[in-house]
């Protein structure tokens, strides 16, 4: 497509559970950035991965979150035994190098009962 | 340790008044500096953005932004808002050595 695309769009999941979100960037995009987005909150940082590397690793917001990225391509932030503060739009960007215009998708929207 | 900061969580304005939107940073090298808007149920979408050059942006939309370096500051500015504008607006910093980060958004109401 010629957008970011994200899904699901929508998840609900129980307590404990692992959930998988995967992110298709813009073709040709090298960069690509994952961020949290709570109810009425601004965007947290989560992760940047240069082509399938991340050089910074640092917002992740504990070990229950782990992200990949194969070649310059899919991405999927996984988080691992889900908690309730997990709930969230998680969204992603993707850009043709890093700091030139970031596109986003329409996010998934988390939602851990 | 870098930190982007948007002073106001709220602004509401008349449509035809001016609007002033802030944005403060701090990080050591030189910044690149954005501002996305996200209106209700839309994805983010990049108004504005600078990198070098003159400090004086343009952007879509009839933005402008203004880069101070001395104040660290990147402003949004609008000379006559329309009822559209009401949304939320994020500035987003970064540099060569840090990813970009975001501000914590100003919420926009236009009162008709």
């Known amino acids: 497509g010629a957008g970011v695309s994200q899904s699901p769009s929508n998840k609900v999941t129980e307590k404990g559970k692992d959930v998988e979100l995967r992110c298709d960037p813009i073709?040709?995009?090298?960069?690509l950035y994952w961020y949290r987005q709570r109810l009425g909150q601004g965007l947290e940082f989560l992760i940047y991965?240069?082509?399938?590397?991340?050089?910074?690793k640092s917002g992740l917001p504990s070990d229950r979150f782990s992200a990949e990225r194969t070649g310059e391509s899919v991405s999927t932030l996984t988080i691992q035994r889900t908690q309730q503060e997990d709930s969230a739009v998680y969204l992603c960007?993707?850009?043709?190098?890093?700091?030139?215009?970031?596109?986003f998708g329409q996010g998934t929207r988390l939602t851990v009962v | 340790a870098q930190s982007v900061t948007q002073p106001d969580i709220h602004i509401t304005v008349s449509e035809g008044a001016s609007l002033e939107l802030r944005c403060n940073y701090s990080?050591?090298?030189?910044?690149?500096l954005f501002w996305y808007v996200q209106s209700p149920g839309q994805g983010l979408q990049l108004l504005l953005k600078?990198?070098?050059?003159?400090?004086l942006v343009q952007g879509i939309k009839g933005f402008e932004a203004e880069f101070k370096r001395s104040q660290s500051s990147f402003n949004l500015r609008k000379p006559s808002v329309h009822w559209s504008d009401a949304a939320e607006y994020f500035c987003?910093?970064?540099?060569?050595?840090?990813?970009?980060?975001f501000g914590a958004g100003t919420r926009l109401t236009v009162k008709p």
């Open positions: 960007a993707s850009s043709l190098r890093k700091f030139t215009e970031a596109f």
């Open positions: 073709s040709g995009h090298t960069a």
């Open positions: 991965f240069q082509g399938n590397s991340a050089p910074d």
């Open positions: 990080y050591g090298a030189t910044p690149y």
């Open positions: 600078y990198f070098s050059g003159d400090t």
């Open positions: 987003a910093v970064g540099d060569n050595n840090n990813d970009m980060r």
